[in-house]
């Protein structure tokens, strides 16, 4: 399985983004069989875990920081997933990675893409 983020940019307090996260792997992959998650690793910080979306459980939240601002939700169609992102804050501020997993949210998640960095400044 392979995944790229995109969507990352320099946004002001207040502002909104939304990261995509393109999914391909063999044939007859279908995104919507896995589970997928988004992190976050901020600058001196380790990685944590912001979201997650799987059919058994549905959106997962992490962290209570971003509850209210962020969602998660997926085309399986064109195998994406995207998060969206409001209200962002400077704490905001990392570099966004998406992540697959076959089953749960709450398994170590396979296979990783190459993050997206967000820079919430004014």
């Known amino acids: 399985v392979q995944l790229q983020a995109s969507g990352g940019g320099l946004v002001q307090p207040g502002g909104s983004l939304r990261l995509s996260c393109a999914a391909s792997?063999?044939?007859?992959?279908?995104?919507?069989?896995?589970?997928i998650g988004w992190f976050r690793q901020a600058p001196g910080k380790e990685r944590e875990a912001v979201l997650c979306?799987?059919?058994?459980?549905?959106?997962?939240y992490y962290i209570d920081s971003v509850k209210d601002r962020f969602t998660i939700s997926r085309d399986n169609r064109e195998n994406t997933a995207y998060l969206q992102m409001n209200n962002l804050k400077p704490e905001d501020t990392a570099v966004y990675y998406c992540?697959?997993?076959?089953?749960?949210?709450?398994?170590?998640?396979?296979?990783w893409g190459k993050g997206t960095l967000v820079t919430v400044s004014s």
């Open positions: 992540a697959t997993e076959r089953t749960s949210c709450w398994n170590t998640f396979d296979y």
């Open positions: 792997g063999f044939t007859g992959f279908r995104l919507g069989n896995y589970a």
């Open positions: 979306v799987s059919d058994k459980e549905g959106p997962t």
